[in-house]
């Protein structure tokens, strides 16, 4: 939530509404705004409609291994007869558990979606960075990004419990997506401007959308989740201590923002020749 809000929502923001752009075009609709919600909107349908198809699907499968497995065995009277309100509470509870473990699965990987959209843009911003007083810090503060999303998006790969090899890919194709813009940003560095209307439009909008992605994920299918759940619920010193957590962290990723702002000026103070032209490089707060 922090990071979409304080870290990449910003940006978006000071990308499309930057001077150089038309301000027919720009200046008279809340893009910034426009494309966050638009994600946001976007991503619910992809969650809905992905959480329906694959419980459907599931359950379809299981009521057809179930069926042939009854006629195979003969039970299915037997177990009707004799013990069907235990039988049905078992299967209530199976569903419950396959219901809960199959919207795991797609909370994973939509939240993997806007992690790799911002990642990427992440990198391109520091492999077309020239500066080595720019690129330290930006190193800084993409380390402190990737760990708090890592860090989120291991939670719900654990609580998702895929099998190993899909826990490796998804790892791996976290671990790849910031070196892989970093490669691309250092392959267009010399065409790349990113103070051009083109770059910030492109990058606005990514990032726009990266946040939307974001903030719905951490609101919806994170924080709401785990608050709204009965054992918490339950028990007021767990609700405590999940409300000072989050206080906590959202307290600690907003100095880190303060500091990552605090750096990139007196960087571009010490570099630049003009430093009142005041060009941060963009994908960073």
Same mark, same amino acid.
């Given at each position: 939530?922090?990071?979409?809000?304080?870290?990449?929502?910003?940006?978006?923001?000071?990308?499309?509404?930057?001077?150089? =752009?038309?301000?027919?075009?720009?200046?008279?609709?809340?893009?910034?705004?426009?494309?966050?919600?638009?994600?946001?909107?976007?991503?619910?349908?992809?969650?809905?409609?992905?959480?329906?198809?694959?419980?459907? @699907?599931?359950?379809?499968?299981? *009521?057809?291994?179930?069926?042939?497995?009854?006629?195979?065995?003969?039970?299915?009277?037997?177990?009707?007869?004799?013990?069907?309100?235990?039988?049905?509470?078992?299967?209530?509870?199976?569903?419950?558990?396959?219901?809960? =473990?199959?919207?795991?699965?797609?909370?994973?990987?939509?939240?993997? =979606?806007?992690?790799?959209?911002?990642?990427?843009?992440?990198?391109?911003?520091?492999?077309?960075?020239? @500066?080595?007083?720019?690129? *330290?810090?930006?190193?800084?503060?993409?380390?402190?990004?990737?760990?708090?999303?890592?860090?989120?998006?291991?939670?719900?790969?654990?609580?998702?419990?895929?099998?190993?090899?899909?826990?490796?890919?998804?790892?791996? $194709?976290?671990?790849?997506?910031?070196?892989?813009?970093?490669?691309?940003?250092?392959?267009? @560095?010399?065409?790349?401007?990113?103070?051009?209307?083109?770059?910030?439009?492109?990058?606005?909008?990514?990032?726009?959308?990266?946040?939307?992605? #974001?903030?719905?994920?951490? =609101?919806?299918? #994170?924080?709401?989740?785990?608050?709204?759940?009965?054992?918490?619920?339950?028990?007021?010193?767990?609700?405590?201590?999940?409300?000072?957590?989050? #206080?906590? %962290?959202?307290?600690?990723?907003?100095?880190?923002?303060?500091?990552?702002?605090?750096?990139? $000026?007196?960087?571009?103070?010490?570099? @630049?020749?003009?430093?009142? *032209? %005041?060009?941060?490089?963009?994908?960073?707060?």
């Amino acid at each position: 939530m922090s990071t979409g809000f304080i870290h990449v929502l910003p940006v978006a923001i000071e990308n499309l509404t930057f001077p150089c =752009l038309n301000e027919n075009a720009w200046g008279k609709c809340p893009f910034a705004g426009l494309v966050p919600m638009a994600s946001a909107i976007a991503t619910l349908m992809i969650d809905v409609f992905a959480t329906s198809h694959y419980t459907k @699907s599931h359950f379809n499968k299981t *009521k057809q291994r179930d069926g042939i497995d009854e006629e195979k065995t003969g039970e299915h009277v037997h177990t009707h007869a004799t013990n069907g309100h235990a039988h049905g509470s078992v299967s209530m509870l199976e569903h419950s558990a396959s219901s809960e =473990l199959l919207r795991h699965r797609v909370v994973s990987q939509v939240l993997e =979606l806007g992690i790799v959209v911002h990642s990427v843009i992440i990198g391109i911003s520091l492999g077309a960075s020239e @500066s080595p007083k720019t690129i *330290k810090p930006l190193v800084a503060a993409l380390t402190f990004h990737q760990f708090f999303e890592g860090m989120g998006l291991g939670g719900c790969i654990s609580q998702a419990q895929f099998k190993s090899g899909a826990v490796a890919i998804v790892a791996l $194709f976290f671990s790849f997506t910031t070196p892989v813009g970093i490669v691309i940003g250092i392959g267009i @560095s010399n065409i790349y401007d990113e103070s051009s209307p083109t770059a910030l439009i492109v990058e606005g909008i990514f990032i726009a959308a990266s946040a939307g992605i #974001l903030i719905y994920m951490a =609101l919806v299918d #994170l924080l709401a989740e785990d608050f709204m759940n009965p054992k918490l619920q339950n028990n007021g010193i767990l609700q405590v201590g999940a409300s000072v957590s989050l #206080l906590l %962290g959202a307290a600690l990723m907003s100095l880190l923002a303060i500091w990552a702002k605090v750096f990139f $000026f007196f960087s571009f103070t010490l570099s @630049s020749t003009n430093p009142a *032209k %005041g060009n941060f490089p963009h994908g960073f707060s």
